[in-house]
């Protein structure tokens, strides 16, 4: 009897610890994703979720127009630079921040570097601890960039999304 009732709990164990992992093992939708580099001397590195299209309208709609971003997908974008920078010609501190956008159809969008790096999404942003805001201008790209990206340049960095790349420079 005290045997079959150890070889029950063992046995319950071992199938709740199979379905805890097995559920952690699930890929997310919208992948994590890195990116680090160097630009004016500084290392800057970049954590996001990378959505993807889907045959979605992406901008005023699944992103809304005149609200706040997390330029990304699940937690907050997040920038770090290990330097002071400037970017769009004002200085931004040494740090890690959350980075956020507001789109803006037909207009440049806004920048935002937010001095609370750990947040899921924009849902708890707080305007009173933005770092820094910069104004942008989105370009239209030729070709579709199914996957949200980053890249890095020794001149700044850019979100290319859509039909639509977000650069921002380093310097001036």
């Known amino acids: 009897m005290k045997n079959s009732l150890t070889i029950t709990l063992l046995f319950t164990v071992i199938i709740a610890s199979a379905t805890a992992f097995a559920r952690q093992a699930k890929p997310r939708v919208s992948p994590a994703e890195s990116?680090?580099?160097k630009s004016k001397h500084a290392n800057i590195t970049i954590n996001y979720s990378s959505p993807s299209v889907k045959d979605r309208k992406i901008w005023g709609a699944l992103v809304s127009y005149d609200k706040v971003w997390r330029a990304g997908a699940n937690e907050a974008t997040t920038f770090e630079t290990d330097?002071?920078?400037?970017v769009?010609?004002?200085l931004l501190p040494a740090g890690k921040y959350s980075f956020f956008l507001i789109p803006k159809e037909g207009m440049?969008?806004?920048a935002i570097f937010n001095k609370e790096p750990k947040q899921w999404g924009a849902f708890k942003y707080n305007e009173s601890m933005d770092q820094l805001r910069v104004d942008v201008q989105p370009k239209t790209l030729k070709d579709i960039q199914e996957k949200l990206v980053y890249n890095i340049t020794s001149?700044?960095?850019s979100l290319e999304w859509e039909k639509v790349a977000v650069r921002l420079s380093f310097g001036r």
């Open 155 to 157: 001149k700044g960095f």
């Open 88 to 90: 769009q010609g004002k």
């Open 35 to 37: 990116i680090s580099g």
């Open 108 to 110: 440049a969008w806004t």
């Open 83 to 86: 330097k002071d920078i400037k």
